[in-house]
């Protein structure tokens, strides 16, 4: 156990379900929409993403949590309270901004100080509660500093101690990291997600960047036009997404679309010569169905073609190849095929390098896959 009295979190266990509820929440401006009928239930000690593209509604969502915009419609609860109508500076909510809103004119000290000055507290209490975020930051030997005399990693880092210093029920990051350049952003993804582990403070971020919210949230939620489309771990979202914009907004994916022709699963689509074959289908599935099936380009393989090869076999085409793009831990092929649709297909680095002769340009390639990788979209 750790003596910084902060440190709470100790396994990866989450507290109780319903800890943060959006109930029916609408955020109208005008005659625009911008957050519709929303529900969303999280957990104590979550760390919870919300994903879209811009202007989804996700900054809304979260300014209707922290108390900043009035839902049109819906209820906000925290820790079984309702806090819907409680303004913005009396809810346990702390929002944090990007590190630029900092005190140019406080050192760190002050700068974390002075949310707790503000609320009255006795000064040997201020120290005390300044030190512990200051060590969970590991900020202690900058104490002094002024910001501008910070890289911007740090600066994160003390706007996070900022926060954490009034221990809010619920922490509110948007686009928490927009401000830096790639490499120090996925160093301090890494540094703010094991703080905020350790803390195990209830957070909710906005994000637009799906590496972003993969890294760091243990559920998150793609949004669209107001709307959640799907909630789950990174993995499920990635692994089965349900939609076709939740496949193709995390990572990269295949959309093919066809018609069900037959209860074993048997899917006739234009792209492939032989049906694709998706195995068992629920009893719910018809046949006459239309239906679009998912897979991620790292599902597929790929070799070159045998000259006498004809047909190919079930979940498999021919095609060629025309465009490669070194990735260093794989290969990126775009695969034309027969039909003219193209394929992506990643090929792992171990694979490339087992190849008698690497598929180049121009080549014939056989791709194939199995009946497990394909994911059935909504
Ligand atoms: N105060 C406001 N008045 C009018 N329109 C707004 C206001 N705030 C946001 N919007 C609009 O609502 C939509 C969603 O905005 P926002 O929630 O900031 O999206 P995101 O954070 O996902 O990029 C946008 O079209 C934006 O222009
Ligand atoms: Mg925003």
């Not at 500076?89 to 630029?100: D, I, T």
Request: with cysteine.
């Amino acid at each position: 156990m750790s003596a910084n009295p902060l440190i709470k979190k100790s396994n990866n266990a989450l507290g109780e379900d319903g800890f943060l509820q959006v109930q029916s929440v609408s955020k109208k401006f005008g005659s625009d929409t911008v957050v519709s009928d929303l529900n969303l239930s999280i957990r104590r000690q979550e760390f919870f993403a919300l994903l879209g593209s811009s202007g989804c509604g996700k900054s809304t969502l979260l300014r209707i949590m922290a108390g900043l915009e009035t839902p049109t419609q819906g209820r906000i609860l925290l820790d079984g309270q309702d806090i819907t109508d409680v303004p913005a500076h009396e809810r346990p909510v702390n929002m944090m901004f990007q590190s630029y809103a900092l005190f140019p004119h406080m050192n760190v000290t002050a700068n974390i100080a002075y949310g707790l000055k503000r609320e009255g507290r006795a000064k040997s209490e201020i120290t005390e509660r300044v030190a512990e975020v200051l060590d969970l930051v590991q900020m202690h030997s900058h104490a002094r500093h002024m910001p501008a005399q910070l890289s911007g990693g740090q600066q994160q880092r003390v706007a996070l101690a900022r926060s954490l210093v009034k221990q809010p029920k619920l922490l509110l990051l948007d686009e928490p990291m927009s401000a830096l350049d790639k490499q120090i952003r996925q160093k301090t993804q890494f540094e703010l997600g094991s703080i905020l582990y350790k803390v195990g403070v209830t957070c909710v971020m906005v994000t637009h960047d799906q590496e972003e919210a993969m890294t760091m949230a243990d559920r998150l939620a793609v949004m669209s036009e107001g709307r959640i489309v799907q909630i789950g771990s990174p993995e499920q979202v990635y692994e089965t997404p349900s939609t076709q914009f939740a496949a193709e907004f995390i990572g990269s994916t295949n959309v093919f679309a066809g018609v069900l022709s037959d209860r074993r699963g048997q899917v006739v689509c234009a792209d492939f010569e032989a049906p694709l074959d998706l195995g068992e289908m629920e009893q719910s599935a018809k046949i006459g169905q239309a239906l679009r099936v998912s897979v991620r380009p790292e599902r597929i393989r790929m070799q070159l073609a045998a000259p006498d090869i004809k047909a190919p076999p079930v979940n498999a085409a021919l095609g060629t190849v025309a465009q490669i793009g070194y990735m260093g831990s794989y290969t990126l092929f775009y695969v034309t095929l027969v039909s003219g649709r193209t394929l992506v297909v990643n090929v792992p680095r171990e694979v490339m390098m087992g190849f008698e002769r690497a598929p180049d340009y121009d080549d014939t390639v056989l791709v194939q896959w199995s009946s497990r990788s394909m994911v059935r979209l909504a």
